[in-house]
């Protein structure tokens, strides 16, 4: 295997001074490679990540007992809001923007990303879109404080003026995703190395190429929702102001119909990710390529379509909830093929548990389970009872944090010895694993039984009856934010050193990353194109 | 004699485990799960529930324990050898075609239910009327003319930092809705201000009451009993302080009930005729400003900067009286500022404007008497 690797990045460097990368910190300002763009989308995530949970920890703080002991509620509601703000536009989104911009030129054979300086720029928006936002914070009037989905008229007539921070922002966010998007596709279509068709890339390539549509699709939807209510606070139109002849519902209309494939949008590449790791651990080809190429198709046709199941309370007509119930318990469809197809591949396979396939696994286990709460909650007339309870908050978290976070993480552990050339500590690997799935269990768990008995979401008191259930459900939360702590201790261990890697990394490996790069890969990849099978 | 004292002791102890034990399993029953309800579409609504819950069950334990038996079993450490196959059409669409079936499964008694719960129209006899409004909410009986504010009770209010031993802490009202038992109600849902959402588990009524809209929703309450829930949507500061209390009672007992309403309301009416010293509107003025506008303005009226103005040395507030009363009687367009009109009574409002101007900091030294709310509606 190692013979089909011509040279070894070090040398490059040697042989190639004009390839390596500028010295300094304006190497990271100007780069338009790829693979650093990658890391400082990485990096920001990371911190937004760590960012976004300290506030998640003020939340579980305050709700650790009945009472008000902490925090008001109005810094609670801007606690909660921008903890959903920052986890979903700063952390999830980004970590995995970044992990294509790393990942797809070297698994399709390209020597780069298609548009690089639009790839820089498109990075570069995203620290000042997130200063401005967290500095609202410190203004008067604090900072969003409608909830992360921001529903008129809340977030209209009755917000404050830093509002007007949190749409600039929004925007900013919007524009780099758009054109983050529009560089995955272009490099997509146009770069793969010869030989490499569209049926043969690995799914980590198709569910991003996928979820690049969703983005260039929705994100402009969010930023005609910004637009609307920043005339509405401004310029005397009445979108949203019943008052003025406008349609509060109308704005959830909007929001969803870019909320929903959102929520795909966060996910997808997550499924490409599981589709990669499960296969190399279990040593044995990923049961049903096709299928699910397909599954990932119709999942992203079918979230355009379903975005009415968030408003089965708002009063729409009820063939309107009949029909966004069936198409929504449909989705379940293409998501349990995934599921049965991963199980599949474990089946007769000659499986090993290091640290990348203990995450795929967490994935595979709790992404279900928060499939299953999806489905009750797709139920409409159920739904009733759920809307707005820590039911919802539990199946989205099962999804968002036991989903998309831990296939992150996942890909984390899995490239990162091909990214560093360093293998990671296996056995502080498995402590993060044990450590937060036990975490995020305690956190999570407990949530459906409070939501099903009765307590609301985004509420800083509770009365007596939740009480338990809540402490348990902090303790878990404490826990699980410390062991991200921890991961950040790992991480910065395995870029200073370890191990040396292999250029194939694990046994089971396949793919052009690890069958024609060295570990780590030279600066500039794939000057030429790599043969394809 | 030991061994009698110790078999004596140790009996008790495990009395008390036993007791201790049942105990937390009825707590344990009605705080895992949800409600059974006492109306029929809540009954409806758990058992779809538990059909759902039951299917992903069975699903999630096929699922979970091929995964489990490969995970044993399909070892390198065991010896396993990794077999090559990756492709069956044939599976793909019999674990295509099966959930699909089991999805219609569900559909249908799903579909059922909701056309049931939709149905709010046919056959109702009473029709309330649920006004939505930071923080609070109003309840207008459309066919008796009888209309009350219910917002959190001072009890919860006082105990917020330590509430231990408060039994419905955050789930009582001064003012609760009183229901008859075994008849249809319909419920029709407004707001004044932002989107809120009227629940009451055991109900099983959850609706969004919206500004510009009116939705509606149903009960046939079968139990007499009290029914607590909560305001469901994010409405702003104090989301988690408007409370629902719904009291079930016989039919005689809501007459009753709403005959008392009704007198009420006509003394308050007739108290409005009257001269108010200062005195006593400054006692009223307190309690009706803790309940409806120290959430914003702040119980000191030191407001909070930026999202709510101070009272205290307020430009509005210190100044002409007719300006002060325009505000408080018709709101201020365009921003959280409600119109109290539709809220308070004439003797609540100058009570309250007089407790502005000469509290809170403030010494203008004036009253508002009821009279001239009265003439400013």
Known sequence: MSTEITHDGHDAHDDHDHHGPAKGLMRWVFTTNHKDIGTLYLWLAFIMLLYGGSMAMVIRLELFQPGLQWVEPHFFNQMTTMHGLVMVFGAIMPAFVGLANWLVPIMIGAPDMALPRMNNWSFWILPFAFTMLASTTFMEGGAPAFGWTFYAPLSTTFAPDTTDFFIFAVHLMGISSVMGAINVIATILNMRAPGMTLMKMPLFVWTWLITAYLLIAVMPVLAGAVTMMLTDRHFGTSFFDAAGGGDPVMFQHIFWFFGHPEVYIMILPAFGIIS?????FARKPLFGYSSMVYATASIAILSFMVWAHHMFTTGMP?????????ATILISVPTGVKVFNWVTTMWKGSMTFETPMLWALGFIVMFTIGGFSGLMLGVAPVDTQ???????????????????LYSIIAAFYYW??????????????KIHF???????????FPQHFVGLAGMPRRIPDYSLQFAEFNMISS????AFGLAQVFFLYIVIKTIKGGEKATDQVWEGATGLEFEHLPSPPPYHSFTEAPPVK | MIFNKFCRRFSVIVGGLVSMLSMSAVQAEYELNMTQGVTPIAHDL???HMLVFWVCVVIGVLVFGVMAYSILHHRKSRGAQAANFHESTTVEIIWTVVPLIILIGIAIPATGTLLDLEDAKTDAEITVQVTGIQWKWKYTFVDDDVSFISSLAQSSRDVIKDPTGNENYLLEVDKPLVLPVGKKIR???HSDDVIHAWWVPELAVKQDSVPGFINDSWATIEEPGVYRGQCAELCGKDHGFMPIVVNAVSEAEYEAWLTGMKSEAAAAAAAADQEWSMQDLLAKGESVYQANCAACHGPTGAGIPGAFPAMTGSAIVIGDAAGHIDIVVNGKAGTAMSAFKTQLNDVDIAAVITYERNSLGNSVGDTVQPSAIKNAR
Do not use: Q
């Not at chain 1, 990669?276 to 190399?280: K, L």
């Not at chain 1, 707005?388 to 999804?399: I, L, R, S």
């Open chain 1, 276 to 280: 990669a790791i499960v296969p190399t």
């Open chain 1, 318 to 326: 009820v063939a309107g909830e009949l029909y966004f119930m069936y």
């Open chain 1, 386 to 404: 759920y809307h707005d309870t820590y039911f919802v908050v539990a199946h989205f978290h099962y999804v968002l944090v036991t989903g998309a």
């Open chain 1, 416 to 429: 990162v010895p091909k990214w560093t050339g360093h293998m990671y500590d296996e056995k502080l690997g």
């Open chain 1, 434 to 444: 044990w450590w937060s799935t036990i975490a995020v269990n305690v956190l999570f």
């Open chain 1, 475 to 478: 303790i878990g939360g404490f």
């Open chain 2, 46 to 48: 758990y058992s779809l």
């Open chain 2, 187 to 189: 419920f029709l849902f």
